[in-house]
């Protein structure tokens, strides 16, 4: 059992940054990874960053590469995900997972809204 709250979404402008926290409590079995994906309206949810356990690993999609950077610090159970030089098709709701990612989600965080504006 473990539960994911995503915090940090809002509203900014074009080019500007913000960082999500994720934080995970109750039992994770093995060293799971831990990511984000987003999802826009009218759109199908898309991964946006994984990192494994150790945080020596991560993969981006390929539209904030450069851009996003995300990192874990497993002392306080927590995920972030940077975002710099954020663009008008970064606005979504933006969800953190835990699992085998990105393929195997096994729980989802509630989502917490990026609304970027001109």
């Known amino acids: 059992q473990v539960q994911l709250v995503e915090s940090g979404g809002g509203l900014v402008q074009a080019g500007g940054s913000l960082r999500l926290s994720c934080a995970a409590s109750?039992?994770?079995?093995?060293?799971?990874?831990l990511g984000w994906f987003r999802q826009a309206p009218g759109k199908e949810r898309e991964f946006v960053a994984t990192?494994?356990?150790?945080?020596?690993?991560?993969d981006y999609v390929d539209s904030v590469e450069g851009r996003f950077t995300i990192s874990r610090d497993n002392a306080k159970n927590t995920v972030y995900l940077q975002m710099s030089n954020l663009k008008l098709d970064d606005t979504a709701v933006y969800y953190c997972?835990?699992?085998?990612?990105?393929?195997?989600?096994?729980?989802w965080g509630q989502g917490t809204q990026v609304t970027v504006s001109s």
């Open positions: 990192i494994n356990w150790s945080g020596d690993s991560v």
């Open positions: 109750g039992r994770t079995f093995g060293r799971p990874e």
């Open positions: 997972a835990v699992g085998r990612l990105p393929s195997f989600v096994w729980r």
